[in-house]
């Protein structure tokens, strides 16, 4: 038993959720499992234990096999910058920002550095499960493809392709699929399954056989709807979190652009007493809003633009003169500041740019990323917590003599003399139990108990349990070369 891949027949298929319940699945038989993807793209990443950066999505799946993350777990990480442009990250490193024609030239290269993570990973663990990326139906793009088919056949890793029926057209999907691809690329497939059915599942009985008929794939089993895949980090932007009960204490996030690293949201959904919200475009933050939390971005400077066109800066400037608190995380914390400069074009074009001025903090853009687990103490109840920072950019000023947290003895973001507006570089925060308490208790609202770490592993044998019985997991396990 070596590797085992899940591809999608299409986007967005459920193929993350899919490997993370296999990962806890084959852990609870007592394998050492790890995951694996070879190339993401999302702004939503994790601080590794080696001093990295990889996908939110294998972070999660890590939690699900019981292994420290890793690089090698995500080697190739695009985290996307404009519409045509991404950071392009290699084994936790940014090694260069590229525009998508540019990539498509150095891929090839770097499908060195993913067979050389993948093989470390494979040495190390009874079973890799491995997950692609959009779909292997983009033929297109098969020359010098490191994340699907070109991966697969350069590992000799067979594939399971999961189609997704909630969308529609399931059946054009996968027949869809054999029809485009190479035969090198068939017949690396050794089956399929069907996710994200919603209600009687044998209606489905004939699509399922037609799928196996016209195609010759052993079929794995249809995977009804997991409810409670909500209550897991999201690595989807399109999954953002939200709580709209209309009581309790109404927290608004911006939703950014570029939005990163937003899983910070996700225990603050999750509690009982508070109203989570995510704006989108043209929507006004509300007047009865407690808290607007400013998320951290992979483009402080483009997302300050797309802030000031939705209105959103004349919005915060009225909250916080009827009393209302905000809390900037990371590119939301430079954003509060009196302005963000980039002097080497880091980000971008070179310039500078004014800030919303809620913060007498200015911030600077360089060169070198800081990545690190951290462990710090919150400078107003006093308590610890475990968090990362994840970001370029240094942020200084008269408010850092009003510190939120302290690293190492240093002082750590920024907080107005009134307290009402907070900065903060620390991701993370809310998944501490005590200390995301004490931030409610500061505004009245009671925390219902929750242990979120817990909720997290709970869910994922939940979800494992939930593949195992509509899946021959077994059978997909046997498959493994």
């Known amino acids: 038993m070596t590797a085992i891949m899940i591809q999608g027949a299409g986007s967005n298929v459920g193929k993350s959720l ?3 319940g296999l990962c806890r699945a084959a852990r609870r038989r007592g394998l050492s499992v790890a995951p694996f993807k070879p190339q993401n793209m999302s702004n939503n990443a994790a601080v590794t234990s080696d001093g990295g950066e990889i996908g939110r999505a294998q972070a999660l799946q890590a939690i699900a096999c019981g292994v420290p993350l890793h690089t090698d777990m995500n080697p190739v990480l695009l985290k996307p910058e404009t519409d045509v442009g991404a950071q392009v990250v290699v084994q936790g490193k940014r090694i260069a920002t590229v525009k998508a024609r540019d990539y498509a030239a150095l891929k090839p290269q770097l499908m060195t550095s ?26 297109n793009l098969r020359a010098g493809d490191i994340a699907n088919m070109g991966f697969a056949c350069a590992a000799d890793v067979p594939v399971i392709l999961a189609g997704d029926i909630d969308r529609g057209g399931v059946i054009a999907q996968m027949v869809g699929t054999q029809a485009v691809l190479p035969d090198q690329d068939n017949a690396m497939i050794a089956g399929f399954l069907i996710n994200k059915f919603r209600g009687d599942v044998s209606l489905f009985d004939e699509g399922y056989k037609m799928i196996a008929g016209r195609t010759g794939w052993q079929g794995f089993g249809v995977v009804p709807f997991f409810p409670d895949a909500s209550k897991l980090p999201a690595e989807d932007a399109l999954d953002l979190p939200t709580r709209s009960s209309g009581r309790g204490f109404k927290v608004v996030c911006l939703g950014l652009s570029r939005i990163a690293n937003f899983d910070d949201l996700d225990p603050l959904a999750q509690e009982e007493g508070v109203d989570l919200t995510v704006l989108r475009a043209g929507q006004p933050i509300p007047g009865d809003t407690d808290l607007v939390i400013i998320p951290g971005s992979k483009s402080t400077r483009g997302d300050l633009a ?3 066109a939705q209105g959103w800066d004349i919005d915060l400037h009225a909250h916080v003169r009827r009393g209302g608190y905000v809390l900037g995380i990371c590119g939301g914390y430079q954003m509060l500041g009196q302005a963000v400069r980039d002097p080497m074009g880091v980000e971008g074009a070179a310039g500078e740019d004014p800030a919303l001025g809620l913060l007498d903090v200015t911030t600077e853009m360089t060169g070198d990323k800081r990545l690190t687990q951290v462990r710090a103490t919150h400078a107003a109840s006093g308590l610890e917590l475990d968090g990362y920072e994840i970001h370029i950019g240094r942020t200084d000023g008269p408010d850092r003599a009003r510190p939120f947290a302290h690293v190492d003895g240093q002082p750590e973001g920024a907080v107005s003399a009134d307290g009402r507006i907070i900065g903060s570089y620390l991701h993370g925060m809310f998944t501490d139990n005590a200390f995301r ?23 994922l044998d939940a979800l494992a349990d939930h593949l195992e019985a509509h899946l021959d997991v077994d059978g997909i396990l046997a498959l493994a070369r």
Do not use: M, N
């Not at 993913?114 to 983009?138: C, N, Q, T, Y």
């Open 114 to 139: 993913v067979l050389d993570s993948f093989h470390r990973l494979k040495s190390a663990h009874d079973l890799v499960i491995v997950e692609g990326a959009g779909s292997p139906a983009e033929v």
């Open 18 to 20: 899919l490997v993370a």
């Open 437 to 459: 308490a004490a931030f409610l208790q500061g505004f009245g609202v009671q925390s219902g108990g929750l242990d979120y770490g817990r909720v997290v592993d709970q869910t």
């Open 306 to 308: 797309y802030v000031r």
